[in-house]
């Protein structure tokens, strides 16, 4: 019910600007689909790997603006998983040489993620127009839930437990990548790989949330992080309309002509009329 609340209001904000008054005009709608790697950078410094994540599906709009040099606007909604991987205990073994070499046992955990970034999407055409390379930069705002936990050398496994005074289920950062599509027609068929850089933790530092005393085996912390942002990156292949029946005006806008015609200053008439003026004024010997 909860998130039914959250992605109904982001869907019709969408909607609306894709198929709002203006929707004839240089508008791009599409899907996306793919996979991806996640991971979590604990502060202190804890023993962590990334993990493979589920498949990612997504929509996405662009506007293209009249100036091509500067680019699409517009915004995804995607549904992913994230996740991390935690080295919770190790057995050590020493080499001939003295070095310490230590074996983790992992606690990984993954969770589902709907992302909204904001992209701007700098982009040129090579091919007579038939293949479009870009650029993307975004801010991104992210909703947590769902999910599931285990351990590597243990039976414990199972969903993970939500709970508000220990996890951030909002979360905020940057994202940027790039990627190629090849037109045909009103049609995009491309892909695009993207990094998603979080600010937000996953957990409450430990100034809010101590230890896991009164959790169960879905907290695998002694003592709580002071920072847990997640980091991700997604390969998708990409699959777009244009809505616009001629195509793209960018490629036709001409920036205005500034007005060279105006009055020049004539030093000659200038000086000719400096001359007659003071040979009028000139007495007579």
């Known amino acids: 019910m909860r998130i039914r609340k959250i992605t109904l209001p982001i869907i019709l904000l969408l909607t609306f600007m894709m198929f709002g008054p203006s929707a004839q005009a240089q508008h791009l709608v599409g899907i996306t689909g793919g996979a991806g790697i996640s991971s979590i950078r604990f502060y202190p410094l804890r023993e962590t790997k990334s993990v493979m994540t589920g498949p990612d599906f997504g929509l996405s709009w662009r506007y293209y603006s009249l100036p091509r040099f500067v680019g699409a606007v517009g915004a995804d909604l995607e549904l992913m998983q994230r996740g991390f991987s935690y080295g919770y205990t190790y057995s050590s073994s020493m080499t001939e040489e003295g070095v310490e070499i230590r074996d983790y046992s992992y606690y990984t955990r993954k969770m589902n993620t709907i992302m909204l970034p904001l992209v701007w999407q700098p982009h040129f055409y090579v091919a007579k127009r038939h293949v479009k390379i870009y650029l993307e930069a975004a801010f991104t705002v992210s909703y947590n839930f769902g999910g599931d936990y285990s351990y590597d050398d243990e039976a414990w496994s199972g969903k993970y437990d939500w709970r508000l005074e220990r996890d951030n289920r909002w979360n905020y950062g940057l994202a940027g990548g790039g990627g190629f599509a090849l037109l045909f027609g009103r049609y995009e068929l491309g892909v695009r790989a993207r990094y998603y850089f979080g600010y937000a933790d996953l957990l409450k530092n430990m100034n809010k949330y101590y230890d896991n005393a009164t959790d169960g085996k879905e907290n695998p912390f ?60 000139r007495l007579p010997r």
Request: glycine share 4%; aromatic share 10%.
């Open 222 to 281: 002694k003592i709580t992080p002071l920072r847990s942002p997640l980091d991700n990156m997604t390969l998708n292949i990409t699959l777009s309309y244009r809505m616009s029946k001629d195509g793209y005006k960018e490629w036709e806008y001409k920036a205005p002509r500034k007005d060279k015609n105006r009055k020049k200053f004539d030093f000659q008439q200038s000086s000719s009329g400096g001359s007659s003026s003071s040979s009028s004024n």
